[in-house]
């Protein structure tokens, strides 16, 4: 009887160690994505910034599927893990929906206005 008990708890605490792992597992790897989201933000913004100041740039970068947007003012790069925005002194009016993959992202502004070609 007391083996059984034993074999018990150490079932009881394999499985609460099991089931605490993949929580923290589950945990890391949103804050990853996350992170990887705001650096790949951070890095488009950037370009973005670039091309409203000297006309155009253009970057080449890997991307989750994606969308890649501005409206208002307000530029954002969003997937599956969330979206990260800021607002730019600039108008604008653009969205591309964009698959996995390496893309080449150029940006220009033509009298005031940041556009977008995804290639």
Do not use: K, W
């Amino acid at each position: 009887m007391a083996e059984l008990v034993e074999y018990t708890i150490a079932i009881m605490v394999s499985m609460f160690l099991v089931g605490g792992s993949i929580a923290v597992y589950d945990s890391f790897t949103s804050y990853e994505a996350g992170l990887q989201l705001r650096g790949t933000f951070s890095a488009i913004a950037a370009v973005a910034e670039s091309a409203l100041g000297n006309g155009s740039a253009r970057l080449a970068v890997p991307l989750p599927e994606s969308t890649i947007g501005c409206e208002g003012g307000t530029f954002y790069v969003s997937d599956g893990s969330g979206t990260v925005s800021q607002s730019i002194p600039a108008g604008c009016d653009f969205q591309a929906r964009i698959s996995a993959g390496t893309h080449q992202l150029s940006f220009s502004s033509a009298s005031g206005e940041l556009e977008l070609v995804v290639r």
